[in-house]
């Protein structure tokens, strides 16, 4: 790897800047486990333990993923679609709320350990507070506490509720799924909000429709994404 200028964000970690972003990225860019990172920068020569890997991913990912939704502030779409997914921790029922945009870039997530309109309620606070502005339009499916708590938080906005009109939000849900096969669980509802809440601005970095644009503009936006991570990160050349 190439050699980089040491920025005070890595102070007193003893691997190279380079190293410790490339890490953050696979793990929260792909579906692999700690481990897996582990035996991959091993192929590279790099030597670090899956729990290295795990505070770096904590550290550095959630500085990554603050920066990232800095930056989109306002400039996410105006259509939002919300849904939340069940997921057992400790045999226990938590949910995963969720907001999308209509070009399919994730808003905002929470967990609750409740589905009604108390829940509903803190999901729009946040995503208010969030994004800085009101949806053109919101979309759901069909549990009434959705109606109730957008009556309240936000009276003007048109509401559409029908289940045909939200998988974009409920297929937002399946990179979660696919990691918590990976992962063999979540520990706890902490555990699953800080990973969701670093791997969804992530994601959104990379979010690049391929069926309507042409290949080598799908090169540039990928080049152009990765500039931004690396921009993120704070690497730059010695």
Same mark, same amino acid.
């Given at each position: 790897?190439?050699?980089?200028?040491?920025?005070?964000?890595?102070?007193?970690?003893?691997?190279?800047?380079?190293?410790?972003?490339?890490?953050?990225?696979?793990?929260?860019?792909?579906?692999?486990?700690?481990?897996?990172?582990?035996?991959?920068?091993?192929?590279?020569?790099?030597?670090?333990?899956?729990?290295?890997?795990?505070?770096?991913?904590?550290?550095?990912?959630?500085?990554?993923?603050?920066?990232?939704?800095?930056?989109?502030?306002?400039?996410?779409?105006?259509?939002?679609?919300?849904?939340?997914?069940?997921?057992?921790?400790?045999?226990?029922?938590?949910?995963?709320?969720?907001?999308?945009?209509?070009?399919?870039?994730?808003?905002?997530?929470?967990?609750?350990?409740?589905?009604?309109?108390?829940?509903?309620?803190?999901?729009?606070?946040?995503?208010?507070?969030?994004?800085?502005?009101?949806?053109?339009?919101?979309?759901?499916?069909?549990?009434?506490?959705?109606?109730? %708590?957008?009556?309240?938080?936000? +009276?003007?906005? &048109?509401?559409? #509720?029908?289940?045909?009109?939200?998988? $974009?939000? *409920?297929?937002?849900?399946?990179?979660?799924?696919?990691?918590?096969?990976?992962?063999?669980?979540?520990?706890?509802?902490?555990?699953?909000?800080?990973?969701?809440?670093?791997?969804?601005?992530? %994601?959104?970095?990379?979010?690049? +429709?391929?069926? &309507?644009?042409? #290949?080598?503009?799908?090169?540039?936006? $990928?080049? *152009?994404?990765m500039q931004m991570w690396n921009e993120?990160?704070?690497?730059?050349?010695?």
């Amino acid at each position: 790897m190439t050699r980089l200028a040491r920025d005070p964000l890595y102070r007193r970690h003893r691997f190279p800047a380079d190293v410790i972003a490339h890490a953050v990225w696979l793990y929260f860019r792909f579906p692999l486990s700690l481990r897996m990172v582990e035996d991959m920068l091993a192929a590279r020569g790099v030597i670090v333990s899956h729990q290295t890997v795990r505070l770096w991913a904590e550290k550095f990912g959630g500085h990554f993923a603050n920066d990232i939704r800095k930056r989109s502030t306002g400039k996410l779409g105006d259509k939002w679609h919300l849904d939340e997914v069940v997921i057992s921790i400790g045999g226990k029922k938590h949910w995963l709320w969720r907001a999308v945009d209509q070009d399919g870039f994730v808003l905002d997530v929470l967990v609750q350990n409740r589905r009604n309109v108390k829940a509903a309620k803190r999901l729009m606070r946040k995503l208010l507070k969030g994004q800085g502005r009101s949806p053109r339009v919101m979309i759901t499916d069909k549990l009434r506490s959705y109606g109730a %708590a957008k009556r309240d938080i936000m +009276p003007g906005v &048109e509401h559409r #509720s029908h289940k045909g009109l939200n998988n $974009r939000a *409920e297929n937002s849900h399946q990179p979660t799924r696919r990691r918590e096969r990976i992962m063999k669980g979540f520990k706890s509802a902490r555990h699953l909000q800080r990973f969701a809440s670093i791997h969804d601005p992530v %994601a959104n970095l990379f979010h690049i +429709p391929r069926h &309507e644009i042409s #290949s080598d503009h799908h090169r540039e936006l $990928r080049t *152009e994404a990765m500039q931004m991570w690396n921009e993120i990160a704070r690497l730059q050349t010695a």
